[in-house]
């Protein structure tokens, strides 16, 4: 009996597997969005160019220098820890040069070179590459890097520059200040101390009162006070955040809430104690409540994702950011108050949490009611 011919096998064709770079993963229901993370961080330093470009007008090559050197240092510690982790290089998603600029935003205009250097590193190393890189970050970069500066150097982070108008300002022509380098014929800037410093300092209800004129409110809305590079301004930090809302890259609740939370809150302390600090507008317009309200604490990695949880973690900042305020040893807290709210993200997103989809009241009932019968 003669054995049957094993058939030869026929070449297969090679499996063609898609570009692993090409494929999103994502939990079910697999939503599809056009938008990318470089695209999100391009949009998102469009938005900073009012807030920036005040920041330039007011305080001109202070804050250009300010403005270039952490968004260097950001992007070059970025690249090391890129090498570093054998990982291929993120800095076309324009992650790292946001927050050199958010970074800068939250500097005085006269702080050295190297404070500049030790925010980025603290930024870029301590607070988001140690775990894992963007999108793994417990806590805001930006904010990280600021408080950890105030509590280390706080000599140099208090200096507040006095606003002057062009490029080559001349300081003698500057608004009455304490005037830095006395040794010196012409100083190279003039200090003097913020509107919530002021507000901290304030022990009398006249003295509270000055600081509510409109003249006063006008400038800080404007522009030309003492502050960091972000807080000179805020008509130009709400025209960024507006369109950052129009542009749909952030939602409303956690700015609404922020702001909502420290106008009710402010207003009832001033009501109740008017030698204790000053009104709503005040606390609106100076410091940095307005750029934590649009483009800090809306990050989106180190928020909440549902609108519930946004609500109450907008209003719990504001809450904390006016204690500390009023109460706290610092003049601004916000920083500090966006920090403690971001280690609490998780909880609010379990308490917070969706439905799943398809769901109904009617079916969890009877779920209910068929365990109960099962045991």
């Known amino acids: 009996m003669s054995e049957s011919p094993i058939p030869e096998k026929t070449p297969q064709p090679d499996i063609m597997l898609p570009d692993p770079k090409k494929l999103i993963l994502s939990a079910s229901p697999h939503i599809q969005c056009a938008d990318t993370v470089p695209g999100i961080m391009r949009t998102v330093l469009i938005c900073l160019i009012p807030p920036a470009a005040a920041s330039i007008y007011f305080f001109g090559f202070h804050a250009v220098r300010i403005l270039l050197l952490t968004t260097l240092f950001c992007m070059a510690f970025e690249w090391i820890c890129c090498k570093l982790a054998g990982k291929t290089s993120t800095l076309g998603d324009y992650s790292a040069a946001l927050t050199g600029v958010l970074l800068a935003m939250?500097?005085?205009?006269?702080?050295?070179?190297?404070?500049?250097?030790?925010?980025?590193?603290?930024?870029?190393?301590?607070?988001?590459?140690?775990?894992?890189?963007?999108?793994?970050?417990?806590?805001?970069?930006?904010?990280?890097?600021?408080?950890?500066?105030?509590?280390?150097?706080?000599?140099?982070?208090?200096?507040?520059?006095?606003?002057?108008?062009?490029?080559?300002?001349?300081?003698?022509?500057?608004?009455?200040?304490?005037?830095?380098?006395?040794?010196?014929?012409?100083?190279?800037?003039?200090?003097?101390?913020?509107?919530?410093?002021?507000?901290?300092?304030?022990?009398?209800?006249?003295?509270?009162?000055?600081?509510?004129?409109?003249?006063?409110?006008?400038?800080?809305?404007?522009?030309?006070?003492?502050?960091?590079?972000?807080?000179?301004?805020?008509?130009?930090?709400?025209?960024?955040?507006?369109?950052?809302?129009?542009?749909?890259?952030?939602?409303?609740?956690?700015?609404?809430?922020?702001?909502?939370?420290?106008?009710?809150?402010?207003?009832?302390?001033?009501?109740?104690?008017?030698?204790?600090?000053?009104?709503?507008?005040?606390?609106l317009c100076s410091g940095g409540m307005m750029l934590a309200a649009f483009f800090m604490a809306t990050d989106m990695v180190t928020s909440p994702t549902t609108r519930r949880g946004k609500l109450i973690f907008g209003s719990s900042i504001g809450i904390i950011a006016c204690v500390i305020r009023i109460w706290g040893g610092y003049p601004e807290g916000v920083s500090f108050a966006i920090l403690i709210m971001n280690a609490l993200v998780p909880l609010i997103d379990r308490i917070c949490y969706k439905r799943p989809f398809g769901w109904h009241p009617s079916s969890a009932a009877a779920y209910t009611m068929r365990r109960g019968e099962v045991k």
């Open 106 to 283: 939250n500097l005085p205009p006269g702080v050295p070179w190297w404070i500049c250097l030790i925010g980025a590193f603290i930024a870029i190393v301590v607070a988001k590459a140690i775990y894992g890189g963007l999108g793994q970050n417990p806590f805001n970069p930006a904010a990280v890097a600021r408080v950890a500066l105030l509590v280390g150097f706080a000599g140099p982070m208090t200096a507040w520059v006095t606003p002057c108008q062009g490029f080559f300002p001349d300081a003698e022509k500057a608004p009455a200040a304490i005037q830095v380098h006395e040794t010196e014929r012409k100083p190279d800037f003039t200090t003097g101390a913020t509107p919530l410093s002021l507000a901290k300092m304030a022990k009398t209800p006249e003295e509270i009162q000055a600081l509510q004129t409109p003249d006063l409110l006008k400038q800080c809305f404007f522009g030309r006070t003492q502050g960091s590079l972000g807080e000179t301004s805020a008509l130009a930090v709400l025209i960024g955040g507006i369109a950052l809302i129009l542009l749909k890259i952030i939602s409303w609740h956690i700015p609404a809430a922020m702001l909502g939370t420290t106008l009710i809150f402010t207003w009832i302390v001033s009501k109740a104690d008017p030698s204790l600090t000053p009104g709503p507008l005040f606390h």
